[in-house]
């Protein structure tokens, strides 16, 4: 789900980013064409009654409210109101995406400290990733609606394969009325610790390194589930959207164009579409689309994370790194530059341009500097006093 435009940006040239104008998936129209529709659609209205229904003694009361609403509308703070909420959406954004467990550097400690080749270690190895996969898959289970949607029931996990049937079994027995997520981290400790005292894990180092690393990623849970659990206060969402919305609805009237042969200030021209108040609400209103968007990143918009995709990508790279790669290393040989105390791998014809000389710092260029700048040789290189 998410839009990913980053090879489109990657060099800064002439109309980069009006490539990115003509993208819909993600894009804003998207998101603000329903709203930008009915507001016209609505001024127009006004526009055709004021101009042809109200009588000449109602525009003269019309003119007046519109002059009233343009005028008071300015005192709502819209700039600063939502310009901080908005802020505060992409720092909470950008803090959750920080928060994804990810299993990568767990599978390299459990792959490299619990050892033996035997069947009993690789049930060991491949237990723990899945126990700490099934934490997190647990969590987006709670926190994502994709998710959810996915594995509807616990039945869904064990027909998946995530889980046993006499794991579902412990879970369900356990006299717990919160979130369960933690359980598999907890059997995760009680199977690290048994395979310490069979000697599959060599020593306390270990072993520590290990259970250090599987409390980072019970912590990223945790911080998800803080997330979801602790919202932006609502109280602040509905001053900002009433602050959006009731300012627009002032402009319906308040930026409607009057008759200029009444000689009011500002009315001079007559014009049927109010651009610079449709580009004022895609600007405002498309802001506040973007809080809405981003306030909770674990849903089904475009650019929501991809929690399934996280789901299977770190199920995969897990087990694989405890299982098939375990001890897996390619034929160990002597590299290109063995001889070489300088290695230079080669350029191409196409990143020839970017071979640069080392950079030795700035100072040490001054002699080329002041011959430049017309210094004489003496000034450059002065002999000591």
């Known amino acids: 789900m998410t839009v990913t435009y980053s090879r489109w940006v990657a060099d800064a040239r002439l109309g980069t980013f009006y490539r990115l104008l003509l993208r819909w998936k993600g894009s804003i129209y998207k998101l603000l064409y329903r709203e930008l529709l009915i507001f016209t659609v609505m001024y127009g209205t006004i526009s055709i009654t004021y101009r042809c229904i109200l009588t000449e003694e109602q525009r003269r009361m019309f003119e007046k409210l519109s002059?009233?609403?343009?005028?008071?509308?300015?005192?709502?703070?819209?700039?600063?109101?939502?310009?901080?909420?908005?802020?505060?959406?992409?720092?909470?954004?950008?803090?959750?995406?920080?928060?994804?467990?990810?299993?990568?550097?767990?599978?390299?400690?459990?792959?490299?400290?619990?050892?033996?080749?035997?069947?009993?270690?690789?049930?060991?190895?491949?237990?723990?990733?899945?126990?700490?996969?099934?934490?997190?898959?647990?969590?987006?289970?709670?926190?994502?609606?994709?998710?959810?949607?996915?594995?509807?029931?616990?039945?869904?996990?064990?027909?998946?394969?995530?889980?046993?049937?006499?794991?579902?079994?412990?879970?369900?027995?356990?006299?717990?009325?919160?979130?369960?997520?933690?359980?598999?981290?907890?059997?995760f400790v009680s199977?690290?610790?048994?395979?310490?005292?069979?000697?599959?894990?060599?020593?306390?180092?270990?072993?520590?390194?290990?259970?250090?690393?599987?409390?980072?990623?019970?912590?990223?849970?945790?911080?998800?589930?803080?997330?979801?659990?602790?919202?932006?206060?609502?109280?602040?969402?509905?001053?900002?959207?009433?602050?959006?919305?009731?300012?627009?609805?002032a402009c319906l009237i308040g930026r409607q164009f009057l008759d200029p042969a009444q000689g009011y200030p500002g009315h001079n021209l007559d014009f049927y579409l109010p651009v610079f108040t449709l580009l004022q609400f895609f600007f405002y209103v498309g802001w506040l689309k973007v809080a809405e968007q981003l306030i909770n990143p674990f849903g089904e918009d475009d650019d929501d994370f991809e929690t399934n995709w996280l789901v299977d990508r770190n199920l995969q790279v897990s087990l694989l790194s405890v299982d098939e790669m375990y001890d897996l290393v390619p034929l160990v040989e002597r590299d290109k530059y063995w001889d070489e105390s300088e290695p230079q791998p080669p350029y191409t014809a196409a990143s020839a341009e970017h071979r640069k000389p080392s950079f030795m710092g700035s100072a040490l260029d001054i002699r080329s500097f002041l011959s430049e700048t017309g210094y004489s040789a003496g000034n450059i290189n002065p002999p000591y006093m």
């Open 191 to 249: 199977l690290a610790m048994r395979a310490r005292s069979e000697g599959r894990i060599n020593n306390d180092v270990a072993m520590t390194a290990i259970l250090n690393e599987l409390n980072t990623l019970r912590s990223q849970c945790m911080r998800l589930y803080g997330y979801d659990w602790i919202s932006l206060p609502l109280v602040y969402t509905q001053v900002v959207t009433v602050a959006v919305y009731s300012f627009f609805l």
């Open 67 to 187: 002059m009233y609403c343009d005028q008071y509308a300015q005192l709502i703070p819209v700039s600063f109101v939502l310009g901080f909420y908005v802020t505060l959406v992409v720092t909470r954004w950008w803090g959750q995406f920080e928060s994804v467990p990810w299993p990568d550097r767990l599978s390299a400690l459990v792959s490299g400290h619990v050892r033996g080749a035997d069947e009993g270690a690789r049930l060991v190895r491949r237990s723990l990733m899945r126990y700490a996969n099934l934490s997190g898959i647990l969590i987006y289970r709670s926190v994502s609606t994709a998710v959810y949607k996915r594995f509807p029931t616990m039945s869904h996990l064990v027909q998946a394969g995530l889980m046993t049937a006499e794991e579902l079994r412990h879970l369900e027995e356990l006299p717990s009325p919160h979130n369960k997520f933690w359980v598999p981290c907890m059997w």
